[in-house]
């Protein structure tokens, strides 16, 4: 089987797919600040990284893939304080997923699996309340792997499972192997660490970045990064997006 990127496609080619056996995988990021140094399509870069990852290495697997558009609009309220932020309803994020999968179940697609990099707690709800509502609305099955829980967090190396990974060397790397043009290296080498836990901060009730302690948008530490490291995040990345689309097949 191969893969294929739906905007690419016509629609005669598209109708002549084997879609009962072919997977959709919908990259899903947002537009936020990411540190002085990275740029606001962060998220997106690296779920459209995981969602390729992943389909090569079902590919390989003889399984059918469709990657889709990726979703770059979604609720983004820890950055929202962050010129270039935009941000929506966790409702409308729900809604639009459900809608997706309502259409690709209309057109026997097998599988919706979703390929997120964004990790704000209002997103996070909203895509697990679009996996329940598909499923009780008896639509295709929704796939969403949940990077900040196991067993996929401790995948991901020490910065990310520490929580002090918003464009800190985490996602620095992945930019840097992805799109390394887009990276302000000369910013991110003078940045020093910043070792303040995003998730122990929204577990103590925090709502912004400012208020958990990035007042630049950035947790962690982006001078720490390297393509090599982005090499293996990415693998990481798609392995999960591989094993959790297998696991529903």
């Given at each position: 089987?191969?893969?294929?990127?739906?905007?690419?496609?016509?629609?005669e080619?598209v109708?002549d797919?084997?879609?009962?056996?072919?997977v959709?995988?919908?990259?899903?990021?947002a537009?936020?600040a990411?540190?002085p140094?990275?740029?606001?399509?962060?998220d997106?870069?690296?779920?459209?990284?995981?969602?390729?990852?992943?389909?090569q290495?079902?590919?390989?697997?003889?399984?059918?893939?469709l990657?889709?558009?990726?979703l770059?609009?979604?609720?983004?309220?820890?950055?929202?304080?962050?010129?270039g932020?935009?941000?929506?309803?966790?409702?409308?994020?729900?809604?639009?997923?459900?809608?997706?999968?309502?259409?690709?179940?209309?057109q026997?697609?097998?599988?919706?699996?979703?390929?997120?990099?964004?990790l704000?707690?209002?997103?996070?709800?909203?895509l697990?309340?679009?996996v329940?509502?598909?499923?009780?609305d008896?639509?295709?099955?929704v796939?969403f792997?949940?990077?900040?829980?196991?067993?996929?967090a401790s995948r991901?190396?020490?910065?990310?499972k520490?929580?002090a990974?918003?464009?800190?060397?985490?996602e620095?790397?992945i930019?840097?192997?992805?799109?390394?043009?887009?990276?302000r290296?000369?910013?991110?080498?003078?940045?020093?660490?910043?070792p303040?836990?995003?998730?122990?901060?929204?577990?103590?009730?925090k709502?912004?970045?400012?208020?958990?302690?990035?007042?630049r948008?950035?947790?962690?530490?982006?001078?720490?990064?390297?393509?090599?490291?982005?090499?293996?995040l990415v693998?990481?990345?798609?392995?999960?997006?591989?094993e959790?689309?297998?696991?529903?097949?």
């Amino acid at each position: 089987m191969q893969v294929y990127e739906l905007a690419q496609l016509t629609w005669e080619e598209v109708r002549d797919l084997d879609r009962a056996h072919t997977v959709a995988v919908l990259p899903v990021g947002a537009i936020e600040a990411h540190g002085p140094h990275l740029p606001l399509d962060t998220d997106v870069v690296i779920a459209t990284t995981m969602a390729r990852s992943g389909a090569q290495r079902l590919g390989t697997r003889g399984k059918g893939v469709l990657i889709l558009p990726s979703l770059a609009y979604t609720a983004a309220e820890f950055g929202a304080g962050f010129a270039g932020t935009l941000s929506v309803s966790a409702v409308t994020v729900t809604a639009l997923i459900v809608d997706i999968a309502r259409s690709l179940t209309d057109q026997r697609f097998q599988l919706l699996a979703i390929a997120n990099a964004h990790l704000d707690p209002e997103h996070l709800t909203a895509l697990n309340e679009a996996v329940k509502l598909a499923r009780a609305d008896r639509l295709l099955p929704v796939v969403f792997p949940d990077l900040t829980r196991k067993p996929w967090a401790s995948r991901l190396g020490e910065e990310f499972k520490s929580g002090a990974c918003h464009a800190g060397q985490f996602e620095t790397s992945i930019v840097l192997h992805e799109r390394v043009d887009a990276v302000r290296d000369e910013v991110r080498q003078s940045l020093a660490p910043n070792p303040q836990s995003l998730s122990h901060a929204i577990r103590e009730g925090k709502h912004t970045f400012a208020e958990a302690g990035g007042p630049r948008a950035y947790f962690g530490d982006p001078a720490a990064a390297s393509v090599d490291e982005g090499a293996t995040l990415v693998d990481a990345l798609g392995a999960i997006l591989e094993e959790a689309v297998l696991a529903a097949l």
